[in-house]
Nanobody, 116 residues
Framework: QVQLVESGGGLVQPGGSLRLSCAPS????????MAWYRQAPGKERELVAI???????KYGDSVKDRFTISRDNANNTVWLQMNSLKPEDTAVYYC??????????WGKGTLVTVSS
């Protein structure tokens, strides 16, 4: 079964940057919306950013002006550029995708830790 595979997480100091990537493990139909969610310990999963195939983007209030989402429609790949990272950005980041036939895919997550 095709899955989404995230990469790029790790440990970074406050104020630093990371770039997350997400791509399907196999052949998959074209995606409509692709997104990044995150879940911090003891908290609910929240939307970080979403991008449609037409290029519409939306960001969570806590990451506006610091994070940038982008995608490659041909390869169903999505990235999340994270700048000016804060300790409160520490979480497991999950890739999410929805096809035009409304099939939903999730990745297993990649851990981002912001700490000095």
């Amino acid at each position: 079964q095709v899955q989404l595979v995230e990469s790029g997480g790790g440990l970074v100091q406050p104020g630093g940057s990371l770039r997350l990537s997400c791509a399907p493990s196999g052949s998959i139909f074209s995606m409509n919306a692709m997104a990044w969610y995150r879940q911090a310990p003891g908290k609910e999963r929240e939307l970080v950013a979403i991008i449609t195939s037409g290029g519409y983007k939306k960001y969570g209030d806590s990451v506006k002006d610091r994070f940038t989402i982008s995608r490659d429609n041909a390869n169903n790949t999505v990235w999340l550029q994270m700048n000016s990272l804060k300790p409160e950005d520490t979480a497991v980041y999950y890739c999410n995708a929805v096809t035009y036939s409304v099939n939903v895919y999730w990745g297993k997550g990649t851990l981002v830790t912001v700490s000095s």
